[in-house]
């Protein structure tokens, strides 16, 4: 099911894409979510359609638009892929979906949005729109080389002349919009009532700095929160050193993990 709008006479980025097995489960599937990058200001959906393989092994596929930058700056983007999730649950029943198993992945901007997701789970943060009787945390986050602290990013050396994307997502600079930037952390929403995360990064990503990963992993650990960090040696921004079985491997047993044979949320805070 392709192009469904998440937002009643919404923007026309505001619809997902939707991979269900041809012969219904008998019980609720659980959820694997994708989110593209693209600087937030380009990218699609289109491009994620590989989830429908996660069909196959017993999930439903979703992959998801959101605002670009240039049509709204943040939090429209991250305000976006929560009203998805709140859509995902409250039609729930109708498409098989088991609404205690919603696992994220986003890669880049993606992962940004993903670990945001992760993070303010267990707040209103960022929701608004419709469906606000349905929850919009998930289960589990991928992220995939996702900034996540944009004031520490805008510090490395190095970085400091490439965060041009970054002043279109806030409509101004990190100095000019701190407490914006501040808002579009996920490191700063971390409690532990977060979920598990799975994080990658290369370590010689030219896009995004790798402390942005090692920031969240050593925050979601201090928090009491599941992480797990894999670096991937003299990895880029993404890239076929990511595509390895290794990489494969690991993100499979994450998924089985702490998605497929998850049964209930567990309330640790």
């Given at each position: ?39 937030w ?43 998805a ?7 729930a ?18 992962g ?28 589990a ?7 996540t602290d944009?004031?520490?990013a805008?510090?490395t ?8 994307m ?8 990190v ?10 952390n ?6 532990l ?5 799975l ?16 920031l ?13 960090i ?5 990895g ?20 089985k ?6 049964t ?6």
């Amino acid at each position: 099911m392709l192009d469904v709008p998440y937002v009643t006479g919404g923007h026309e980025r505001q619809k997902l894409d939707l991979f269900l097995p041809q012969v219904p489960d008998d019980k609720p599937c659980p959820v694997i979510v994708r989110i593209h990058g693209g600087a937030w200001r380009h990218g699609d959906k289109s491009a994620q359609r590989g989830v429908a393989g996660y069909v196959k092994q017993g999930y439903i596929g979703v992959a998801i638009n959101y605002r670009f930058s240039q049509q709204a700056i943040f939090p429209a983007q991250i305000e976006d892929c929560k009203a998805a999730i709140r859509w995902l649950r409250a039609n729930a029943e109708e498409y098989g979906i088991d609404p205690e198993r919603i696992c994220v992945v986003g890669s880049s901007a993606g992962g940004h949005l993903a670990a945001l997701l992760g993070t303010t789970g267990d707040s209103q943060h960022f929701d608004v729109g419709e469906h606000l009787g349905f929850s919009s945390a998930v289960c589990a986050v991928v992220d995939n080389f996702g900034p996540t602290d944009l004031l520490e990013a805008n510090r490395t050396p190095g970085f400091e002349n490439r965060m041009s994307m970054v002043t279109q997502l806030l409509g101004g600079t990190v100095a000019e919009k701190p407490e914006l930037a501040a808002a579009a952390n996920p490191i700063n929403y971390i409690s532990l009532a977060d979920p598990p995360f799975l994080i990658i990064h290369g370590d010689a990503d030219p896009i995004v700095p790798i402390n942005q990963s090692e920031l969240l992993h050593a925050a979601l650990e201090k928090a009491g929160v599941p992480s797990q960090i894999h670096i991937v040696q003299g990895g880029m921004h993404g890239g076929n050193l990511f595509k390895t079985s290794q990489c494969k491997i690991l993100l499979k047993d994450f998924l089985k993990q702490q998605v497929m044979e998850k049964t209930v949320i567990t309330d640790r805070d």
